[in-house]
Nanobody
Framework: QVQLLESGGGSVKAGDSLRLSCTAS????????MGWFRQAPGNQRVFVAG????????EYADSVKGRFIISRDKDKNTVYMQMNSLKPEDTAVYYC?????????????YGPGTQVFVSS
């Protein structure tokens, strides 16, 4: 079983930036696509961004396009998400996942999540 662990969440003000990281366990196969979902209080978990195993294809939710950047380091089994120009509506628990690189996909594995809180 693959284990994922996120880090980098926190409490920031609107307009600030955060960088989330997610590292997969050593048994992880780097051929997996990876991505990020988020879940705000009272809402369903939704797709945010995804990247294919070779990094060639990336998809973002419309709500984060132009502000968030997903990337990965295959040697470190790590995926990152740089979040810029944060808004209060970005407040959520952010989950790293495998193996979705696009919306409409149901992840097989999630990490425990990292909280992001954006104040106005």
């Amino acid at each position: 079983q693959v284990q994922l662990l996120e880090s980098g969440g926190g409490s920031v003000k609107a307009g600030d930036s955060l960088r989330l990281s997610c590292t997969a366990s050593s048994r992880f196969n780097s051929r997996y696509n990876m991505g990020w979902f988020r879940q705000a209080p009272g809402n369903q978990r939704v797709f945010v961004a995804g990247i294919t195993s070779n990094g060639a294809n990336i998809e973002y939710a419309d709500s984060v396009k132009g502000r968030f950047i997903i990337s990965r380091d295959k040697d470190k089994n790590t995926v990152y998400m740089q979040m810029n120009s944060l808004k209060p509506e970005d407040t959520a628990v952010y989950y790293c996942e495998i193996p979705c690189a696009k919306s409409g996909c149901l992840p097989t594995y999630y990490g425990p999540g990292t909280q992001v809180f954006v104040s106005s």
